[in-house]
Nanobody, 124 residues
């Protein structure tokens, strides 16, 4: 089965930056779109960003546009989320996901393999 593992979460002050990484294995990574979602305390899972199979197309949730950047390295089977200008409302568990399609999706149901999540906490 597909395995997805996130890392890079942590505690950061508002205005700071973090870079999350995700590694996927078990199927042809270079053919699959990847996405990042997050779940804040008391909230539903929220779309953050996605990237298509070759990194030529990206899409971001409105709350993170201009602050977060998704990228991928198909040679390493990894996808990253560079987060800048972090706000306390960015505090959440961040999940990496993949789907058996070259094109990204905006809903959790579009993805069929998920990591366990990594905690990002942004302090005031």
């Amino acid at each position: 089965q597909v395995q997805v593992v996130e890392c890079g979460g942590g505690l950061v002050q508002a205005g700071g930056s973090l870079r999350l990484s995700c590694a996927a294995s078990g199927r042809r990574f270079s053919s699959d779109a990847m996405g990042w979602f997050r779940r804040a305390p008391g909230q539903e899972r929220e779309f953050v960003a996605c990237i298509n199979w070759n990194g030529t197309s990206t899409y971001y949730g409105d709350s993170v546009k201009g602050r977060f950047t998704i990228s991928r390295d198909n040679a390493k089977n990894t996808v990253s989320l560079q987060m800048t200008s972090l706000k306390p409302e960015d505090t959440a568990v961040y999940y990496c996901a993949t789907r058996d399609s070259p094109h990204g999706g905006l809903l959790p149901l579009h993805y069929d393999a998920w990591g366990q999540g990594t905690q990002v906490t942004v302090s005031s």
